[in-house]
């Protein structure tokens, strides 16, 4: 079946750092592939979205691209603040409209 | 505004008691879901709905059931029977045409501690 790997948190980062965070995928088909940020206590926010080979999303600074080859979708920022602690969800979805989630990445930026 | 509303935010029950979750959307959206999350955990899908009057188990449906009798509503109730209901509920939508894949929209959640 379908499943999305992530790398496992909390990421510690210090304000204006470079942020990565790898997603890989396994999917039959094509799948579309998103980005998803919880802030604590609130539900998940739509970041960023690709649904073709090639295909960046970018969204508030974030940006991804799908990568059919590794089939991979990172997720990278250039210079992060600290408004942009949360966890960071990367899913996938195929055929039948059904999401499968990674397991969340934690971030933390300090000051 | 469209989205997903989802009252209350906060809920407490007494072990024994069934206790509903409401999930209302003006989105227009077909599709309708409810997932689980646990503490530092992700998200586990419990029922989902593509249309009025139709739904089907997720992962973790027992001790759940749900109604779809509007397209705007998708309440969800927590019985008695699902033995560790203590967590937090999120709601999603999506357009949802047959074969499709679209992403989903979520409600702020409802935190339910049962005690």
């Known amino acids: 079946g379908d499943s999305v790997t992530q790398m496992e948190g909390p990421v510690t980062l210090s304000e204006e750092a470079f942020l990565t965070i790898n997603c890989t995928y396994t999917?039959?088909?094509?799948?579309?592939l998103f980005w998803y940020v919880q802030y604590p206590g609130e539900g998940l926010q739509l970041l960023l979205k690709?649904?073709?080979?090639?295909d960046k999303g970018s969204n508030k600074g974030f940006e991804a691209t799908y990568r059919k080859e590794t089939t991979s979708f990172h997720l990278e920022k250039g210079s992060v603040q600290v408004s942009d602690s949360a966890v960071y969800f990367c899913?996938?979805?195929?055929?039948?409209?059904?999401?499968?989630f990674g397991g969340g990445t934690r971030l933390m930026v300090k000051p | 505004d469209g989205g997903i509303t989802q009252s209350p935010k906060y809920l407490f029950r007494k072990e024994g008691q069934n206790v509903t979750l409401s999930c209302e959307q003006n989105?227009?959206?077909?599709?309708m879901y409810w997932y689980r999350q646990d503490p530092g955990q992700g998200l586990r899908l419990i029922y989902y709905?593509?249309?009025?009057?139709?739904?089907q188990k997720g992962d973790i449906a027992e001790g759940y059931s749900v109604s779809r009798e509007k397209k705007e509503s998708f309440p969800l109730t927590v019985t008695s029977a699902q033995k560790n209901p203590t967590a937090f509920y999120l709601c999603?939508?999506?357009?949802?045409?047959?074969?499709?894949?679209?992403?989903?929209?979520f409600g702020p959640g409802t935190r339910l501690t049962v005690t």
């Open positions: 999603a939508s999506s357009i949802a045409p047959r074969g499709s894949r679209y992403e989903q929209y």
């Open positions: 999917a039959t088909g094509y799948p579309s």
């Open positions: 690709a649904t073709k080979a090639d």
């Open positions: 899913a996938l979805s195929s055929a039948g409209n059904m999401l499968t």
């Open positions: 989105l227009n959206h077909d599709a």
């Open positions: 709905s593509q249309i009025v009057n139709d739904f």
